[in-house]
């Protein structure tokens, strides 16, 4: 239940004590016998071999541990099953599955995960520093390590885009912060006068850049790197791996809830090149996934049913991360003086926790929790971020056009999958000085409502792809914004979805004919809920039904709407200062100039 | 002729120069096109790529080079020959080998050594923290990069032991301190209080923790590490780099002047493990062996010679040293955004460079150097570092005995090998109220002079095994004290050899009847000379052959005169305080009470 990182080893009593143990002056806590370690350092497999524990941390891994060994020492035989170092997921984000910490940890630990790198680009826009330090004080003290990386920002709405140098550098002087967020391509591309200064603040203190190169690849991938970003959790195929390694980049395979790119990548391990730089990552978890399938043990077994080697599976969830990160020194492996961070296997190659423990205490057992996270108050402030200062009206939601004129051109959001959106020009019916969208024609509007810097600011914009025959669904969890996104048939049903997000502090809201059809209350920020994970897996798949049943035709209705504020996922999104081509970064207007 | 270390991130202007370079919106200033590139990164010897430079960095890697290339570029066509990153040396004493550093670099960078971490525990004791940043300074601006780690300091004298808290966070907190020197294992088993809040102040700044665990294995070598020590250059076989690397330590193999390891070490290479924390590192290069054999590249072809894999062994001296200081974001392999510091060599077995790349120029050609080294200009005080208040007098090396006895037990140094002592406790005999070691038995007299904490304070021993049939030796560099160290026949030519070095103002003389026989000024320090490395050589050598000709049995009297004050070596020293036992660590007298 210690603070993360190397703070610990501040305590110069507690380290001597350890010490003396590794030299049998004093005893252990707990001593794991006759286990057969996978040590990560070597890429060995080592029959017949015990670990000390004294405290929190590794004191004696080895064959001889007799000496360490007293009365009082809990002993478990592990004799035929695999000892491996806890799991680490490099790259995730924690405040975008909607469950608060304590929560998401009740099911994240119980199967080997023990240290969790966050980013913290959620609680920024919509909260500010107070609220990213009111989101890793919920981080902290808890029984496994959760380290983060400081929001660059990217946002399409210039009002929301980057971090004040001051806020950055605080962030960064933090022990628990261990980087910069990921920065998307384009916009180091497109601005590096703002990036720059970010990422030399960054690497001067010894910490990473996260990357993000989704798509890119030649002189433009190259020109990225420039400056120094160090990873990259956006490759889908074995080529953009190969390219990203040769590259000197850690490449992160994601497999978790926004994508599962492990099948497509695991090519990667006949290519007979050094697997080093290569981590697995989650990327984020929804709660559905996290209850069904489990955390980091479900994606390292996928890498080992996907052919990677255990060894080389279990590396890449372990020390690849810790040594990218520079933790190495702490966790990642089974050695003296590191935490003592480690499961109980059957074998290398299954990934059941029999014994899960984490800082030296067991904190599972065969899938069962022994410890309850810290539950976390967040402060008012961070309950109350939805600042709208008037309901809305469906007039907020009209198109009014100031010509005379019968039809207008004007550039449509095109859903061509369930992230992707393309421009598409169309010329819009004009009756009654209002842009009419034709019904029948999957024609939809969307808006992005600010609810912080301009609170009540409103853009509206048009979509296509979206499917809805009738109603509405808003978000105030709209990534990289501070917006509340909300798509609709009707002016009317959606200004109610909005309105009933301001009543609930926060949500996602089905809302058609005046009425809720399915909400999840996310009052933390607007972002997160304090519901137990199975009332919100629950009430994620009734937003899902509800939304199926209206004619949504993707399979996640609430990704799809929060990421159309994304400047992440090409190509033409949206926020409330009007549309921007992520392909220039210019933010324009609905109207287009040139016809279709 | 830049900075050492990622300070360069901080010119904005000139990272997007590098960037536009990348994009094929600015040319680059060099480009070397059609080669072989070894890749660090995925281990791959990858045909037809070229690397564009712009300035001191790396702008671009690969096959399609041609939209960096413009009409002001100069192009090197390295068809048919291999591109391999820079070397590093991970662990030397720039200060331990007489030369100051630009005559040294004269003579190590044109084989291709293009970054030095430097321990700087040779300065210290005698001049301080203005002696360490005098140092420091001298290492700066020149055309490879220079690193360094804080002293810790291990020594056997009270006085000159340690560090103040607020001088190495002074060090620590500079961009060119990668980490804490070494701290050998005995001190810190026995005084762990001393070293522990040193080590935390280094690692919670994300530095390294140099190792010296020499002779160290099990419950011993654990403990030591327990502390977050990460590092150890001392194995002398396969067997202690395998335990080394089993416990998460980072081993770095010697090959230098001091010892030579590699040839037994090699055998790692088939153990079938995880070479990724293998390094290859000189721990210090004399001048007569920086004359015939070189540096790094002699390092890492006899690497490949004794049948390391190319790839591994050149990953030995790049990324591998990088990622372990984690400099890999500037330094250790060819691609864009890090340092150009790269060799063309005929091929992956030859590391014999055509061209050596640093920082972007061209360095040196077919083994000459086409840069001149800046000459630092040392501080008085540095120049003015022995502090004796007077001329010593034969009766300053006379060894009185109080009570009157015809025989008195005595410890002596039992100089066993070159470089190792054990405690013999031999019956003197006492005549006149003196012992008098007899003639014929090779006991001599051994004495440290302090020069810098209460100058002039003197400790005389006996010492068995060191040979000379006349004369004396003394030395101002003697490891890890402040003392001037001295061995002879006779207290005349010991005084003898001590002022003719009060009057160099530091050296080494070898002193008989009454006269000087060979000699090396050591102004800087009293360590370091200001001559050229062809005098010095000579001087070194004479030094040899004068003292081979007194009858020293062994190959390197400079060498086992200056280590008699360490405690990096076993068993027993002395310094001006009296001698150690390293065993325990406690300080004792010349008079032993119990009998042989």
């Known amino acids: 239940m210690i603070r993360p990182g190397i703070l610990a080893r501040a305590d110069i009593g507690r380290t001597r004590e350890v010490m003396r143990v590794t030299l049998g002056e004093g005893k252990a806590d707990l001593a794991i ?29 080895g064959d001889r541990p007799e000496h360490t060994i007293g009365p009082r020492t809990q002993v478990i035989n592990a004799s035929g099953r695999t000892l491996i170092p806890g799991l680490i997921d490099g790259h995730t984000h924690l405040a975008d599955g909607f469950l608060v910490i304590d929560e998401f940890l009740k099911y994240a630990m119980r199967g080997g995960t023990t240290t969790i790198v966050t980013e913290t680009i959620e609680p920024f826009p919509v909260a500010g520093y107070e ?14 390590k959760i380290f983060a990386t400081a929001p660059p920002l990217v946002s399409i709405s210039k009002k929301t885009l980057g971090i004040p140098k001051g806020t950055l550098k605080k962030l960064l002087s933090r022990d628990d912060v261990v980087g910069l967020g990921e920065s998307y391509w384009q916009g180091v591309l497109q601005e590096p006068e703002r ?9 001067r203190r010894g910490k990473r850049l996260e990357g993000h190169s989704a798509g890119a690849k030649g002189k433009k991938l190259m020109a990225y790197l420039v400056p120094g970003i160090s990873s990259c959790h956006e490759p889908i195929n074995a080529q953009e791996v190969l390219e990203r390694l040769r590259l000197g980049v850690h490449v992160m395979i994601r497999e978790g809830s926004i994508r599962s790119d492990l099948a497509a990548i695991s090519k990667i391990k006949d290519a007979g090149v050094d697997l080093r730089r290569l981590m697995l990552v989650s990327d984020g978890v929804k709660p559905g996934d996290l209850l069904q399938k489990g955390y980091m043990e479900w994606v390292v077994q996928r890498a080992i049913d996907c052919g990677f080697d255990p060894v080389r599976a279990i590396q890449m969830a372990s020390i ?27 074998d290398p190659k299954s990934i059941k926790a029999e014994y899960v423990i984490s800082n030296g205490k067991i904190i599972a057992e065969d899938g069962t929790l022994l410890v309850s996270p810290r539950k976390h108050t967040f402060s008012a402030k961070s309950r109350e971020s939805i600042n709208l200062p008037r309901a809305l009206e469906p007039a907020d939601f009209s198109l009014p056009v100031v010509k005379g004129t019968s039809h207008v051109n004007v550039r449509v959001i095109d859903q061509v999958t369930a992230l992707v959106t393309k421009q598409v020009i169309m010329s819009m019916p004009v009756v009654g000085g209002q842009m009419k969208p034709e019904a029948g024609k999957d024609i939809l509007r969307v808006a992005a409502v600010d609810r912080r810097y301009v609170p009540g600011k409103t853009f509206v914009g048009l979509i296509r792809g979206f499917g809805l025959r009738t109603g509405a669904i808003a978000s105030s969890s709209a990534w990289d914004t501070s917006d509340i996104i909300v798509v609709g048939e009707n002016e009317g049903d959606m200004a109610g979805a909005v309105n009933r997000i301001r009543d609930l502090g926060g949500g996602v809201v089905v809302f058609a004919k005046g009425a809720v059809l399915a909400e999840i209350p996310l009052p933390i920020f607007g972002i997160m809920a304090d519901a137990p994970i199975h009332a919100l897996a629950q009430e994620v798949e009734e937003i899902r039904k509800k939304m199926s049943e209206l004619g949504f035709p993707f399979d996640d209705p609430i990704l799809t709407l929060m990421t159309l504020t994304t400047a992440a996922i090409p190509f033409l999104r949206i926020c409330e200062q009007g549309l921007v081509d992520l392909k220039d970064g210019k933010t324009v207007g609905l109207i287009a100039e040139e016809k279709a």
Do not use: C
């Open 320 to 346: 690849n991360v810790a040594e990218y990160f520079s933790l190495d020194g702490i966790i990642g492996g089974i050695a003296p003086g590191r935490y003592a961070d480690l499961l109980i296997v059957p």
């Open 195 to 203: 990036f720059l200064p970010m990422f030399y603040e960054t690497v």
């Open 131 to 144: 609220g990213v330090t009111d989101f890793l004080d919920s981080l902290r003290n808890q029984p496994i």
């Open 33 to 61: 016998v006759n286990a057969t370690i996978l040590n990560v350092y070597t890429g060995e497999l080592l029959n017949g071999h015990s670990v000390s524990i004294k405290g929190e941390w590794i004191a004696y891994v």
